[in-house]
């Protein structure tokens, strides 16, 4: 839990407020699980804060809901595409992708379960997506889909979860799966 917070701060995920008249809180509460290495042992114990989304309100804390998810005939088509051609097949972790968008809604949360803040009654007021929010999805995307095409890469038009990259008479494609 400490890490957690530690990186929700160094991420200035949200600022601490009053709770303006009229405004409702988002409740959250800790997720914990544990880690294995590939072997089956245990790597690390690990605490996840998330919102209750659940207790959002359509047109008030959120307009639309995403989930970037690759479609499973593109998974059908490209792995035994890399097989066939000996492709190298890397699949990568972003780490708290949530805390690298920040949301355009006002969003107010109560602070942690066992976590109390010295400042009184202020509660949290969220500036970056955080985990069971129903916009985080979306605003992750959003984020990963401006950086890929920076970087060079084109979504495909039958897939908005697949990007191309043409470089050096080389292909490389990525499929994003949330």
């Known amino acids: 839990m400490v890490d957690e917070m530690a990186t929700l701060e160094k991420n200035n995920t949200w600022d601490l407020v009053f709770l303006p008249r009229g405004k409702k809180t988002v409740g959250c509460k800790w997720v914990f699980t544990i880690k294995y290495k590939d072997d089956g042992t245990m790597e690390r ?52 992708a949530f805390l690298h968008r920040k949301i355009s809604k006002e969003i107010y949360m109560n602070s942690p379960p066992g976590m109390t803040n010295s400042i009184g009654m202020k509660i949290w007021k969220l500036k970056k997506a955080l985990y069971g929010l129903k916009q ?30 043409r470089e050096k008479g080389r292909i490389i494609a990525l499929i994003i799966y949330m």
Do not use: C
Request: cysteine-free.
């Open 45 to 96: 114990y690990k605490a996840l804060l998330v919102a209750k989304g659940y207790t959002q309100s359509y047109g008030v804390d959120y307009q639309e809901t995403f989930a970037p998810v690759g479609k499973l005939n593109t998974v059908r088509i490209l792995l035994p595409l890399a097989a066939n051609q000996n492709w190298p097949l890397l699949q990568f972790d972003v780490k708290n």
């Open 136 to 165: 985080s999805l979306r605003a992750w995307f959003g984020r990963i889909t401006k950086s890929m095409k920076a970087f060079g890469y084109r979504a495909s038009n039958s897939d908005h979860t697949l990007f191309f990259k």
